[in-house]
């Protein structure tokens, strides 16, 4: 279609107006969170630099022209600036795609059924399963198709144990995982490395409000294959595993620690998400400006939003454009990604080592356990995941962090 040159001054007169708009309702969050800070607000202080940065980018205020820390936008540039001085603080940021070669299928992955497999449970709808509310008065489908989904071995993939390594070479500040799996425990992530941001099927705790016993993953996993409704050993109280059902906020630690590990993370690598669930999808944005972000994962995600990008206010991922100065994608299986790069890091040898050692201590381990109890034969279907919310409806708008919760992948 044909522009005339009346409908192009138009639409640049929107634009600047539209810009006129954000600006002056940036000053007045500003003007906000100044009076915040004043009662003693901790975290509107985050929030407003985080804002003032915006504004004074947005309108060319100061010097700060953002520092190109990579020597070259690869995975070779990443490699080098990890074995440099300045790269102290690696923050990982994962999700399904890092779990789906250990046999757990990413529910968002078209073919993996999840909702169709829910006709047989009688719910008022398929996000039902996974609502609090719901969940509290019918305990019943969702334990039924966690003992369906739930997986018959935990082994941890080749990202897993690079992200242990990670660790080991005292890089690691922090994991952030959206998964449910409790993965990155058995490869030996402790609770201290790991903040798991949609909770975890490791721990259960009773929903009696002045008991809340926890419980462990076995004693959980004896009653979903009991077929037993989990009740308390003390109170009666329905126990539910510590994942975040829609209703339920996120883990406060999930909260606290954004705010102290993102000022001081000195490369982000993101793994297997496609983030589009908040507020997890909002990590990406909170790095210092001159921290380079990696992403390892089947297609490129988190790119800005064009009409952000036009407002000066992208402030996500920027791969491909002439200004793309910190951003590296790297396309493909997230095994295969961390296999590249802990090649070009000289740890190849450690990594297969590692996996090695540690595969054949789970064989032996469940050998030993052998195949009575409660082990669960796997559903024919190949499905062999264990349950997890779904995702938050596309287009759902990132939330105050207060409730942010409330609809939690
Ligand atoms: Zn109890």
Redesign the pocket.
């Known amino acids: 279609m044909l522009l005339t040159v009346a409908t192009k001054r138009r639409r640049q007169f929107c634009v600047h107006v539209a810009l006129l708009h954000r600006l002056i309702f940036l000053y007045f969050v500003l003007q906000d969170s100044d009076s915040d800070s004043e009662n003693g607000g901790a975290s509107g202080e985050s929030e407003m630099d985080f804002l003032r940065h915006l504004l004074s980018r947005t309108l060319g205020l100061g010097s700060e022209k953002p520092e190109k820390v990579l020597d070259e936008l690869t995975l070779d540039g990443v490699s080098r600036f990890m074995q440099s001085e300045k790269c102290r603080n690696v923050v990982c940021i994962v999700g399904a795609g890092i779990s789906t070669s250990a046999g757990i299928p990413d529910f968002r992955s078209p073919g993996t059924g999840l909702y169709a497999n829910l006709q047989s449970y009688n719910l008022p709808y398929p996000e039902a399963i996974f609502e609090i509310n719901y969940f509290k008065q019918h305990p019943e489908p969702f334990f039924a198709l966690a003992r369906e989904l739930y997986p018959g071995q935990f082994k941890p993939t080749v990202c897993h144990y690079f992200i242990r390594l990670l660790k080991e070479k005292g890089l690691l500040l922090r994991c952030y995982t959206q998964n449910i799996d409790t993965l990155e425990r058995v490869a030996g992530l402790d609770q201290e490395d790991l903040v798991e941001a949609h909770g975890t099927f490791f721990t259960s705790h009773?929903?009696?409000s002045?008991?809340?016993?926890q419980y462990t993953l076995d004693w959980m996993k004896e009653k979903i294959f009991s077929t037993v409704t989990p009740k308390?050993?003390?109170?009666?109280?329905l126990?539910k595993p510590d994942i975040v059902f829609f209703g339920e906020s996120l883990p406060p630690r999930f909260f606290t620690l954004m705010q102290s590990d993102f000022q001081k993370v000195d490369l982000l690598i993101i793994m297997g998400t496609s983030l589009q669930v908040q507020p997890f999808a909002s990590l990406v944005s909170r790095v210092p400006t001159n921290t380079p972000r990696l992403l390892i994962n089947k297609e490129k995600t988190g790119q800005s939003d064009p009409f952000m990008s036009l407002m000066g206010l992208g402030t996500g991922m920027d791969f491909d454009s002439e200004k793309a100065y910190r951003d590296v994608a790297w396309l493909g299986e997230c095994d295969e990604g961390c296999t590249a790069l802990a090649e070009l890091l000289g740890w190849k040898n450690e990594l297969e080592e590692l996996v090695k050692k540690e595969h054949s201590a789970i064989d032996a381990k469940s050998g030993q356990a052998g195949e009575a109890g409660a082990s669960p034969s796997l559903p024919p279907s190949g499905a062999t995941a264990s349950p997890s919310p779904p995702p938050a409806k596309p287009g759902s708008s990132p939330q105050k962090e207060s409730d942010a919760g409330s609809k939690a992948e």
């Not at 002045?210 to 016993?213: G, L, T, V, Y």
């Not at 308390?232 to 109280?237: A, E, F, G, L, R």
């Open positions: 009773c929903l009696g002045s008991c809340k016993k308390c050993d003390k109170c009666q109280s126990v």
